[in-house]
């Protein structure tokens, strides 16, 4: 079964950078894609950005131009490099793995997901 570890959370003061990183063992599928979702406290979890097998690549409103998402098939490691912080990005950070044929579009939505990282929390002061 697949295995998904993040790390690479911490704090950082607001404008500062923090890169994620998501370790996928027993990885085997051919057509997927992974996706990095956060939850603030007291929010619900949202999609952040996602992945494909194609290194396609889709990212919520909120984040673009300020997180990038990239995939090492050679690791078989997920990154998300966040610049620009901000206090609103605090929050637990969740990958998540689609083995399937899902648009990359849905793959921003918790119910597509096949398989869950534990998290790690990203904290953003001002």
């Known amino acids: 079964q697949v295995q998904l570890v993040e790390s690479g959370g911490g704090s950082v003061q607001a404008g500062g950078s923090l890169r994620l990183s998501c370790a996928a063992s027993r990885f085997s599928w051919d057509r997927y894609c992974m996706s990095w979702f956060r939850q603030a406290p007291g929010k619900e979890r949202e999609g952040v950005a996602s992945?494909?097998?194609?290194?396609?690549?889709i990212y919520a409103d909120s984040v673009k131009g300020r997180f990038t998402i990239s995939l090492d098939n050679s690791k078989k490691t997920m990154y998300l490099q966040m610049n620009s912080l901000q206090p609103e990005d605090t929050g637990h950070y969740y990958c998540?793995?689609?083995?399937?044929?899902?648009?990359?579009?849905?793959?921003?939505?918790?119910?597509?997901?096949?398989?869950w990282g534990q998290g790690t929390l990203v904290t953003v002061s001002s």
């Open positions: 992945i494909n097998n194609a290194g396609r690549t």
């Open positions: 998540a793995a689609d083995r399937g044929n899902s648009p990359l579009g849905d793959c921003l939505l918790r119910s597509v997901m096949d398989v």
